[in-house]
């Protein structure tokens, strides 16, 4: 006798799980969820300031701890997270209350404090290697040659090694130039291009009017510029500055730095800006009394370098420095030096923030609503940049470039990026 069939029950069982998945797939894909799934694997906090979390009504959240109130909670499109103390905990979200969704692991260290600056600093740094800024046709024996462009050397390329020797000055090029024309024999140069380093092999010449030997290029072993101190440690002096690499003015690459030093600038003009032409400060080395230090590091964010001691004229009360995710927009600040050498603070706006779990180097867009920046500067204008950006009572960013058509608008890198490289530690 064959089995009574059950359709009916078999029907009903599988609705309800057709159901079941759809409303889960559907609460999933809602747009708080998937920002949740897209959020970092760790969220690092400092213990008394907030945080904002992706969230969905539908994922209710458990703070996994033995702690009592670890984790103050809030917010209803969003958590607003605020620990009390340092630590480590986890954060549990499950659809429904129920379904487990993810974790999300929370470091709760102490607040970092800096020092925000806003101080012009001059900048002048030897490089590793020789930078090429131009090639120089050389007449000899009554016609021209261009022996470095003959042997596919440019502008902009960076000469690292001569004849196996490291390339620390123009002086050692100069006599190796000498003593390999003396013999008749090429210099061998190690060159630093654009996307490759290629061995390169130029034939010196004899130039009349000079009576020394030449290769057809001109090199720098050194750079200079003027910006702006972005902030610094208030035990250690460690700073950064600028918000973006120092570059070698013909190419725009960064400069590789062997090693610099960093003093005072005083700023004697400006050079307004407009839509059709960038402004700058116009600035002088103004000696050490307010700035004086070492400069040894050149990154995406900016140098970095020690302090031989607190500026003179400039902020001295440390401020937390902020997280990205704490960085809203609205009104802030920025500290930067129009006459002098002393920073004073001008309003802006931040029209937008970019969230960022990696380093970045655009991460805000803000516009100047001070009447008297506007007025004096147009905007803003090279020598600003590292400028530090303040935002309820807190360092936020730094100035990193501006919209040439629009010098009004400016964009602005997240200073939490820049107290995050390994140098600065």
Not at 93 to 107: M, S
Not at 379 to 402: D, E, F
Request: charged share 15%; hydrophobic share 40%; net charge positive.
């Amino acid at each position: 006798m064959k089995s009574p069939r059950r359709p009916r029950r078999f029907t009903r069982s599988k609705a309800l799980g057709l159901v079941a998945a759809f409303v889960i797939i559907t609460i999933g894909t809602t747009v708080p969820a998937q920002r949740l799934a897209l959020f970092p694997e760790r969220l690092s906090t400092a213990a008394g300031q907030d945080v904002i979390v992706p969230w969905s009504r539908w994922l209710p959240v458990s703070v996994a701890s033995g702690r009592s109130n670890p984790i103050m909670i809030g917010g209803a499109t969003s958590l607003d997270l605020k620990a009390s103390r340092a630590g480590h905990y986890l954060l549990k979200f499950r659809l429904f209350g129920w379904i487990p969704w993810r974790g999300l692991p929370v470091d709760v260290t102490k607040p970092v404090y800096v020092v925000p600056g806003g101080e012009s600093v001059g900048v002048l740094v030897h490089t590793r290697g020789l930078v090429v800024t131009a090639l120089t046709p050389i007449v000899a024996a009554g016609r021209t040659v261009d022996p470095a462009e003959a042997a596919g050397i440019d502008r902009g390329d960076v000469v690292t090694r001569v004849d196996g020797r490291a390339a620390s000055s123009v002086r050692v090029l100069t006599q190796r130039v000498a003593r390999d024309g003396l013999h008749h024999r090429p210099v061998h140069l190690l060159v630093q291009g654009a996307r490759s380093l290629r061995v390169r092999t130029v034939v010196p010449v004899w130039a009349a009017r000079s009576r020394r030997y030449q290769i057809g290029a001109a090199v720098q072993d050194r750079t200079s510029g003027v910006g702006t101190v972005t902030f610094f440690n208030p035990t250690t002096w460690r700073f950064t500055a600028l918000g973006h690499s120092m570059t070698d003015g013909l190419t725009r690459r960064p400069v590789a730095l062997a090693y610099g030093r960093a003093t005072g600038a005083e700023i004697v003009g400006l050079v307004p800006a407009t839509d059709s032409q960038p402004g700058q400060k116009v600035g002088v080395l103004a000696g050490p009394d307010n700035i004086s230090g070492t400069v040894f590091h050149n990154g995406v964010f900016g140098i970095v370098g020690q302090l031989s001691h607190a500026p003179i004229w400039g902020p001295s009360r440390p401020l937390p420095l902020a997280l990205p995710d704490q960085v809203r927009s609205g009104p802030a600040e920025i500290l930067t030096v129009l006459h002098g050498q002393t920073p004073e603070p001008f309003r802006i706006n931040i029209v937008k923030t970019v969230v960022q779990h990696s380093p970045g180097v655009k991460g805000l867009l803000f516009k100047v609503t001070d009447p008297r920046l506007l007025r004096e500067a147009g905007g803003i204008v090279q020598g600003m940049s590292g400028s530090p950006i303040i935002q309820n009572g807190r360092v936020v960013g730094a100035v990193t470039h501006v919209l040439l058509n629009r010098p009004s608008l400016g964009y602005g890198c997240y200073a939490y990026w820049m107290a995050e490289q390994s140098s600065y530690k």
